[in-house]
């Protein structure tokens, strides 16, 4: 059974790039699409962007000027960078598997807080 | 602002049934058949119930159901119980390799 977990650093600072890191277990990355989903305080979800396995990556146009994906396939793990964040950045990070590229993300990570200050 | 809308708030009575709307245009829910409604309690990930406008994900019962007529899709609750009570999200493609999601709709059970 895959299994996701996010990790990275609970407090960055404005203007810094935030950073985190999804490990994938109980599986492989290959023929899926490898997500990052938002959820600021007491708000909704926001659709980040993917990877996908040989190494097409989609972004929301909201984020395509600040956002990265990467990953590495052979230690089972993604990744996102977020440049210049604010403190609107302030969010849960979820990172998932997301099945088709028109949707049906069916795993996801716990979710891990994010907070933007100085 | 959530591109798709959705009602901010519903609510029924234990055994009723409970409709959430999920509003977009045609160049999202209107054109795809690509709607999915996640399942989300406080502070825990959401899950998945519903992919492709209609069909339900393993494990989930048969008192969750989607449906589409036009711009808009719905995700009715039948025989509502306590633990339904959840935040839910609609999801959508939206062409070129875009998701988009609802602001979310809190269900009360009554």
């Known amino acids: 059974q895959v299994q996701l977990q996010e990790s990275g650093p609970g407090l960055v600072r404005p203007s810094e790039t935030l950073s985190l890191t999804c490990s994938v277990s109980g599986g492989s990355m290959t023929d899926d699409y490898w997500t990052w989903v938002r959820q600021p305080p007491s708000k909704g979800l926001e659709w980040i962007g993917y990877?996908?396995?040989?190494?097409?990556?989609y972004y929301n146009p909201s984020f395509r000027s600040r956002a990265a994906i990467s990953a590495d396939t052979s230690k089972n793990q993604f990744s996102l960078r977020l440049t210049s964040v604010t403190a609107s950045d302030t969010a849960v990070y979820f990172c998932a598997r997301t099945l088709r590229y028109f949707g049906n993300t069916d795993i996801w990570g716990q979710g891990t807080l994010v907070t933007v200050s100085s | 602002q959530s591109v798709l809308t959705q009602p901010p708030s519903a609510s029924g009575s234990p055994g009723q049934s409970v409709t959430i709307s999920c509003t977009g245009t045609s160049s999202d829910v209107g054109r795809y058949n690509y709607v999915s409604w996640y399942q989300q309690h406080p502070g825990k990930a959401p899950k998945l119930l519903i992919f492709e406008v209609s069909l339900r994900h393993s494990g989930v019962p048969d008192r969750f159901s989607g449906s589409k007529s036009g711009n808009t899709a719905s995700l009715t609750v039948s025989g509502l119980r306590a633990e339904d009570e959840a935040d839910y999200y609609c999801c959508s493609y939206a062409g070129n390799m875009n998701l988009v999601f609802g602001g979310g709709t809190k269900l009360t059970v009554l």
């Open positions: 990877f996908y396995d040989s190494g097409r990556i």
